[in-house]
């Protein structure tokens, strides 16, 4: 096609994407991120809308949300941001960092647990938000606890919308 | 503190901005449509750089400039100069999706941090708010609110609340005055979690509440990491510093008190957990016995509470009184700098 050859061989302004790291990525979340995760398989908004519509996966969103603090002043007004996720899915907050205290690491295993039903085959499709590390390192992390069947959707919730699949509000996994 | 920006804020912001994410929404043109090939033969090379501008912007910044995409749609038009680009429409709808979502946000927390109350849009003048359209720092963004009423108005002012709406605490500041206020104005700095409206509403002596807004770019101010100076700021608790500028003949002081001012949303390396909120919750300063104005804060004011106020400097001394999360209580007293 007369397009396709006239195309550059390379997009004029955008950065590779980076390399992927031996380990968990521990600052500066919200950067671009690989094009591959070993051991997942990387889904385009397409493909995960496939999935999504054919049923039987699992969609984990792993936004971070922190914690209203303990010890805030009687009478503050608080307000966790609504959060408009894929339909279906669950929500683990904060299983994305790089590095996890041991309660949030209890969290994820209980609440991949949960979903999966034990089966560490279940397919799971982990995102967050576009140029987003955390589902990068939660998808690596559920690999490393023994699920073989991950996938990551880097676009995430970002690139749900835009093609403009439907989003509902989700609260996270108590 | 070496890195403290200034106080005084460059570009005055009362409108909100139209929010313009770095990453911009792409659709891709289809291709496919019958009767398109032929325009899109025509214009091939233009397409072809497009097309181009099209995957770059997918993991880059928007760009003005860029030559424009045909816009789909059965009108048929072709590319060229002046018409809508496709990505200019999507960021469109993006931004109202956005703009929706943040009113939202305000008819979301108006209730509760005024309620039941009537809110007016400030008369010309009477409320002002500068704040940068973009942050360098979202853990300090400089805001400047400026209250004033004109001289026939025999009313003052009782207090101005700042609110950041898009901080899990929204209300950063409540301001009250002692009585008789009728021009004051008041710089800070503030943390901002992400894009959002920040507004003051100014509360005058019969009631009436009067709001201005202006919008930030900024994100990750309240779980920013604390600075290296934190563990300065902890050894110094509570110090304070007050220093009148009317030597430089301008009526405003300052005062800062050293404090964490941790948000509780930090996260803390070493634990992977949260540092506790640990924050300055009230700061009276008077001159003489009369208050200049007292503050019930939260966690979205900054590392190192930093206040710049109008001031007229006498013999009379000022006494900053300022209180923590912890009920620790600091104050101390500092000569007036004038006569």
Redesign the interface.
Known sequence: M??FA???AR?????E?PPEPADYRQDAY?A?TPATLAGARVLAVDAAAAIWRAGGAFFIDVLPR????????AG??????PHASIPGAVWLANVG?G???A??EAYFRAGLAEVSRGDVNAPLVIFCQ??CWMSWNAAKRALAYGYRNVSWFPDGT?GWA?AGLPLAPLEPRP | MTRTPPLRTPALRTTPRRATRP?A???RAP?SMPGAGLA??AT??G???A???L??????RA?AGRAPVPASGASGETAGGGQATQREI?ERE?TEREATEREA?WA??RP??FPGKAIAEAADGLVTLSAPGRAEDAAIVPITIALGLPADDPRSFRSVTLVVD?N????AGRFTFGPGQRDFTLSLRVRVN?YSFVRAVAETSDGALHMTKAFVKA?GG??APATKDTAESITHLGDMRFRSFAGSGRAEAQVQIRHPNF???Q?DEA????T???FV?EVEVRQGDRLLFAMEG??SVSEDPTFRFSYRASAEPVAVRAED?ENKVFSKTFPGGGS
Not at chain 1, 66 to 73: D, K
Not at chain 2, 55 to 60: A, H, Q, S
Not at chain 2, 271 to 274: E, H, L, S
């Open positions: 007369l397009l006239l195309l550059p997009p004029a302004a955008a950065g994407p919200r671009p922190p914690p209203r603090p303990a010890n805030l002043p503050t007004v608080w307000r966790d941001p960092f590095a996890l205290s309660d949030t576009r140029e970002d835009q | 990453k929404p792409v659709r291709l899109l033969a091939a090379l397409l072809a750089v097309l181009a501008a995957v770059g912007v997918g993991e880059g760009q999507t993006a946000t979301a927390i509760d941090l898009e899990p605490a929204p209300m992400s994100a309240c779980s948000s509780g949303l996260m634990t992977r957990g949260y506790p909120a640990w919750r939260g966690i999360t």
